[in-house]
Each structure stands twice: as structure tokens, then as C-alpha cells.
């Protein structure tokens, strides 16, 4: 079982900043992929930014230049740098993560794909 905690959401005006962070824990051996999707109200999730172990990073186009994904291989934590945030960006946000995990109480591994529980980002203009 690999969990993932977001923290750092929030209320903010239109051409503010906020980080996100998001941790994994749990039986990890190793992490691939980190990423932060978002859902509004009506929409489907979408991906906002996705950064690989090797530190190669992917971003949706409404945020290229805005928004800074990286992350902390040592801490299995990957953070969202949002700035110059606008009303669009409200939205829940929501990290992933991918990799292999140990199981059954031995060093047996199987893969993993998790989601955390979703952080709520409000922007107001």
C-alpha cells in the first residue's frame, strides 16, 4: 500500500502563488512517475504537470510559464509552484504517483498506482 497526502491548497486572488506538496508513504521501493491532475466541477480530471524520477517534466499548455512541478526523490514528495494564478485555476488538485512497492511482508514487489485524496484550490478574481 503506497498512500499520498496533498497539502498547501487554499483561497487566493487572481495573480497570487500557492505550492502544493504531496508525500508518499507506505511499502515504496521505488517511484516513477509524480504528477498533479485537476478536476472543477463538471469536467473531467485533466493533467496539469507530470515530472519522471529522472527529473523530466510535462505540462498542459493553460499553464506552461505559471506553474513549476519538481520534486524530492529522498522525501518521495513532489511539489506544484503555481504562480500568476487565475479564476480558471479552480479547481480540486490532485496527485499520482506510480512505481513499485514491496508486499507481503517479504521483498516481493508488485506495481503501484496511487492517488491522494485531492486539495482544494480556490482562486477569486
Known amino acids: 500500500q503506497v498512500q499520498l497526502v496533498e497539502s498547501g491548497g487554499g483561497l487566493v486572488q487572481a495573480g497570487e502563488s500557492l505550492i502544493l506538496s504531496c508525500a508518499a508513504s507506505?511499502?515504496?521501493?521505488?517511484?516513477?512517475?509524480m504528477g498533479w491532475y485537476r478536476q472543477a466541477p463538471g469536467n473531467q480530471r485533466e493533467l496539469v504537470a507530470h515530472?519522471?524520477?529522472?527529473?523530466?517534466?510535462n505540462y498542459a499548455d493553460s499553464v506552461k510559464g505559471r506553474i513549476t512541478i519538481s520534486r524530492d526523490n529522498a522525501k518521495n514528495t513532489v511539489y506544484l509552484q503555481m504562480n500568476s494564478l487565475k479564476p480558471e485555476d479552480t479547481a480540486g488538485y490532485y496527485c499520482n504517483a506510480d512505481g513499485w512497492a514491496y508486499y507481503g511482508g517479504s521483498n516481493l514487489k508488485k506495481p503501484f498506482n496511487s492517488w491522494g485524496q485531492g486539495t482544494q484550490v480556490t482562486v477569486s478574481s
Open positions: 507506505g511499502s515504496i521501493f521505488s517511484i516513477n512517475g
Open positions: 515530472i519522471t524520477s529522472g527529473g523530466i517534466t
